[in-house]
């Protein structure tokens, strides 16, 4: 069973920066399947943010973060993370790290192991 563990949530200023941290430890885990972080709103649909495909070959952002955020996985300590910068209220929301365990590329509903969450609240 893999697990992942989030930290680094919090609460900013509009135009503040937070980086989110994923260590991601336990049962069988490939780095050729995909790894991402999403994120939710209440009564809204989960988001997939950003995410690292095919191997490390391909990273992908959701349009509203590119030239924001950057996602980056150092292998030797199997850590996921997502350096948020320029934050925006809109950003507001929980941040769940996740992996796939056979999927190459991902959508949200591909994702099979996720950590627990962690909360990011942008003010204006």
């Known amino acids: 069973q893999v697990q992942l563990v989030e930290s680094g949530g919090g609460s900013v200023q509009a135009g503040g920066s937070l980086t989110l941290s994923c260590s991601i430890f336990g049962g069988t885990f490939s780095n050729d399947y995909c790894k991402g972080w999403l994120r939710q709103v209440p009564g809204e649909e989960l988001e997939e943010v950003a995410a690292?495909?095919?191997?490390?070959?391909?990273?992908d952002y959701h349009d509203s973060v590119k030239g924001r955020f950057t996602i980056s996985h150092d292998s030797a300590k199997n850590t996921l993370t997502l350096q948020m910068n320029s934050l925006k209220p809109e950003d507001t929301a929980l941040y769940y790290c996740?992996?796939?365990?056979?999927?190459?590329?991902?959508?949200?509903?591909?994702?099979?192991?996720w950590g627990q969450g962690t909360q990011v609240t942008v003010s204006s």
């Open positions: 690292i495909e095919n191997g490390g070959e391909e990273i």
């Open positions: 996740a992996v796939a365990s056979s999927d190459y590329y991902c959508t949200s509903d591909d994702y099979d192991n």
